[in-house]
């Protein structure tokens, strides 16, 4: 017994969490102490046997809780002195940290608006709560026709509703300013879409350009958004195809070769060799008349930015510009 005793002291002057372990062993383990002394139980009467059998016992648990109370001791102590060794000083400057970065949506709206900001457009915004009249039913979209359909959106009370496009600021700019007009309109828009390529909330930006009759043409239009699209996608082939928009007329969407295969037919233009990019036309006589404009022609566009984010820099997924995930969008800094 006088040996079991001694690990005692070995414990208590054990110095590191590895020393316990090792002591452990020694002593629990299959050919440790403990199991040499039970193991001499055999020769001794019966007698002693349960007089040794029960001292044994009570070591075992003594140095069990003694291992147990060391070895967190021991581990606390080396978790400080861990910590002290890292020295981790939360107010230190790293110079690894990197500058942020407008996301791809901002960065494209923002070149859109400085082409025509250049031209001496100026900006307007509304809110994304529309009413109907603005979103709708002076943009030649009367109640419950069918063209509505393809602009469905999430409603509140009193025919209010999340804008479906911005067009509506074309019809605020002219209720509240005589003409002529320039202007852009930037911003949020709404519609009840998911899927790869379309999400319940985009950017639209707006254009509406207003002066005396005659003075606009579909010439002005074409020149003018030829010119746009070289300057967002470089030298890419611009068209013109008819199309229809209530309030529009004669409306035409506008496509550029496909900046992926450069017009030979891929996946992403569906083999046809096109993209589509906007939407335009010549302001319908409804439209000025609902705003009481008289004497005056105009056309106008809208584009959505994500699909220029997207072809500018060539992502698959529009989803993904909404994940806020940093690999992605470090990529486009
Ligand atoms: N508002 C139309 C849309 O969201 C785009 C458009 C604007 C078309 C102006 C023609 C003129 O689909």
Known sequence: MRLLKEWYDAINNATNVDAIEEIRISIFGKKGVLATEFA?????????????????????????????????????????????????????????SEAGALHPVMETMDRIVEYFAA????????????????????????????????????????????????????????????????????GAVF???????????????????????????????????????????????VRFRPSFFPFTEPSAEADISCVFCKGDGCRVCSHTGWLEVLGCGIVDPNVFEAVKYENVSGYAFGLGVERFAMLIHQIGDLRSLFEGDIKLLEQFR
């Open 40 to 96: 001499k139980m055999k020769t001794a009467s019966n007698e002693d046997k349960s007089k040794i059998a029960k001292e044994l016992n009570t070591h075992k648990s003594a140095l069990m809780n003694e291992l147990s109370v060391k070895k967190t001791e021991l581990q606390t102590q080396e978790l400080e002195l861990a910590m002290q060794a890292e020295g981790l000083d939360v107010s230190l400057y790293s110079t690894s």
């Open 119 to 186: 031209l001496n457009f100026a900006v307007k915004t509304g809110g994304m709560v529309e009413d109907d009249f603005n979103n709708f039913e002076a943009l030649n979209l009367p109640k419950y026709h069918p063209a509505r359909d393809m602009q469905d959106t999430f409603y509140f009370k009193d025919e209010m509703l999340l804008r479906t496009h911005t067009s509506p600021v074309q019809i605020r700019t002219m209720m509240a300013q005589k003409p002529p007009i320039r202007m852009i309109a930037p």
């Open 191 to 237: 519609r009840r879409d998911y899927d790869i390529t379309h999400t319940p909330m985009f950017h639209q930006i707006e254009g509406l350009l207003v002066d005396e009759k005659g003075k606009v043409s579909f010439a002005n239009l074409k020149f003018i958004l030829e010119d746009f699209l070289k300057f967002m996608f470089g030298e890419v082939e």
